[in-house]
């Protein structure tokens, strides 16, 4: 105490001086801030590296590189034909930029696929797959002649008359005529639409194995963990690359970007906006409340001047001696305002009191520290403490946290006993007479004239029935272990995410074992396949079709029947826009022939109906445009030439063994040592939490160093969990024995510590009634709930200890200072509750829960406690001398 009585005294003597070192010391830490400042975006970084299921991890990335911190291209195509030309346009364009793609993959779209891919259906399929194939032939090889919308529509009136001749038909007619119908439709009301060539000769049942409508396209981007958003470059330049190519709805594909590299981005850039939202908003709230709670622009400009001071040059000794900022450690800002400026207005608020009384400022400063310094001293010390129990933890995101906050709240400790005596000194504040009678801060404040006295039994009652009350359902408090929900969930990769998590085959929350060789990865694949959590296990060997001489006997004869398909010289010199439209006419002229005639199938007339009024239409809107015709021709034709080179590849499938298959897909389920990759499907959707659950602790105990994303995501959880758990134990623990040695006194350390665990069992009894489930955000919660309820505990503790009566305590500035400084804080906590990032809003909204129970216990409960149970010390003096003279 003496030597914080010393140091005030020291500051206001030399006031000048400390205030010129203040500005140098306060621009040299900004100097180095602004040329030092970096961020550690690497969020794998989060959790402790020494966690098992963390260096299980590490390994299998290390064994496969590739399938970390990946980038995922969905491509949705109205036909398989666009899907694979915007792939092939795309891998194209990603292989010519190895400055910002280390590699790319696309499953089940190399050249093996093409060509083998017939060797995945089953033998029932292939053989209806094959008579379809026969029964389109004619079409597609008189086609395959002229694949002009000229040639088309000719080869159409030819069929006709062939059919009204009784010549032979040409099967599928009425498929083919509401394709056209629909195609021709949808260019005369602006949409896209093409022609599904593979529905119509069977290339699209080879879809469910080499080329379907859907595709991926698996990307490594080059990361940039010095930057705020390390794959931000090459996921820009993606972007515009699929605009550049017209890769939209408009043109018949829709792209989709997620991934592990996205979402990571995403989260960087909603949590960056988040915070310079909620840290605007937090220093304007506290310039109004501290105008309304001081009363005194010197007060409150004293205040943020030292406030500032602090903030600047904690962020430099961070960068000093911790090094780059985190994701989380970066939160420090709002929690040095939130809290630090507590300890100013706790200050001020004294100051003023004792001016109230008359006293001098300089003697008023001296007051203070003598009056205050030890309960400020003690609460931040405790605050402290509440910061550095994270260190111990396993969360290493958190320690940054911990160690930065924990020494700030020293360094704000020092501010407001070093900056704001020496402001105070060279701007000081003219005291007003004495009064009579108590003195009253702020005659509005209900607080102050809320007579507790009077209710102290009952408040004291219906607080413990409500914590009885709220201990069971506690107990039933929920924690989300998911990050995705801390994203907001319209951004790009949470939304295309979700839509692939709906579908078993596509979920990207996949478990991966790795085994010793390719043949004990078998052996536990089909472990885990009898597994129910399980749908399917994937090993290299699983890519060597079964029943193989079946079905290539199949394909032989297939062979046999249907000569390779081609497309003639005529593809590359398409007729003119004139010509498309005389041949329509004429087409147009063949069809209101066939819907007239009698005896014609009933669906046939129906579609070719349709169609013939789609081409009248289409004609009258369109005449004297020839480039719309042109454009006709490429939405009917464009599909063709893809489905028919796959349709030849896959014909000319091979036997396939573990030798023949490429090196592309080895190499992600053999490692170069030799190392064998299982990849684990989920059975069930794991949007639920007890899904993965399930599944991780099913898959853990056939493979026990099993690893993946719902590993990570389960074990995390419980690693974050236990971390919380400790350090809420940690700093119980040791801010008991603070108050033990500071107060001495068994009974005061009850009376401090009693609101506060109230407050925690209010907390979060209220987040279940709310629904609020803890996260991997708002978790800290609890330790730093300690801290404030600690801190503003032992503020009315102090002064009570000091000799004044409950009944005085009530009326001095200590509650209003409480009041105020809660509310203050609650205003920073509040800007993060409405942020745009998800997990921010959720620490900011559980904080501001936190904090009001606090206010309650504190300013509410306490009062009643020290009332109704225990006599202030002169109060025990003055009965001690009464029952002497007695």
Known sequence: MKQLIWLVEACCRHARSVLVLTLIVTFAALYYTTTHFSMDTDTSGILSDNLPFQRLEHSYHQAFPQTRDTLVVVINGDTSALTAQALKQLEVWVNSHPDEFTGSY????????????????????????????????????????????????????TAIQQGQAGGQQIMGLTNLFNQ??????????????????????????????????????????????????????????????????????AHGVQIGLTGGALLDSEQIETVSKGAAMALTLTLGFEVLLLLFALRSIRLVISVLASLLSGMILTTALALIFIGPFNLLSIAFAILFIGLGVDLGIQFCLRYKEELHKGVAYHLALRRVAAGLGGALSLATVAAAISFFSFVPTKYAGMIDLGMISGTSMFIALLATFTILPALLTLWPLKGRPAQQGVIRMHSSLPIERHPIHLYGRWILGVSFILCLAGIPLAAHVRFDFNPLNMISPDSEGVRVFHQLLSERNTTPYRIEAVTSSLSSAKQMASRLERIPEVSQAITLASFVPARQQEKLAVMQNLRLLVPPFFLGAQASTPASGADQASAMMQFESRLRDLVSEKGVDPELRHSATSLMVALHHFQVRFKG?????????????????????????????????????????RSRYISPDGQARVEVFPRENMGSESAMRRFVTAVQAVAPEAVGTPVMLVEGGKAVADAFHEATVIALALIVCLLLVALRRGIDVVLVMVPLLLASVYTVAAMVLLGWPFNLGNIIVLPLLIGLGVAFAIYLVARWRQGVTIAHLLQTSTPVAIFFSGVTTLSSFGSMAISSDPGMASLGKTLTLALLMILLCVLIVLPALLMLFTPSPKEEIHDTEKHNQV
Not at 121 to 147: E, F, N, V, Y
Not at 631 to 657: D, F, S, Y
Request: proline share 6%; no cysteine.
């Open 106 to 157: 696309s499953p089940g779209n190399d050249e093996f696929f093409h060509r083998n891919g017939l060797l995945f259906l089953d033998p029932d399929a292939l053989q209806k797959l094959s008579s379809r194939i026969i029964m389109a032939q004619p079409l597609i090889a008189r086609l395959g002649l002229d694949p002009t919308l000229h040639g088309l529509f000719n080869l159409l009136d």
């Open 180 to 249: 056209l119908t629909e195609t021709v439709q949808a260019q005369e009301q602006g949409r896209f639409q093409d022609v599904r060539w593979g529905a119509i000769i069977g290339g699209e049942s080879v879809s469910s194995s080499s080329q379907d409508r859907q595709q991926f396209l698996i990307l490594n981007p080059r990361l940039n963990h010095h930057s705020m958003q390390p794959a931000a470059g090459p996921i820009h330049d993606l972007r515009v690359e699929i605009g550049r190519l017209h890769l939209d709805a």
């Open 625 to 665: 445009r020839p480039q719309s015709f042109i454009e006709l021709q490429r939405r009917i034709m464009g599909g063709l030439k893809v489905e028919l080179e796959n349709l030849n590849a896959a014909l000319n499938a091979g036997p396939v063994t573990l030798a023949s298959l490429p090196e592309s897909l």
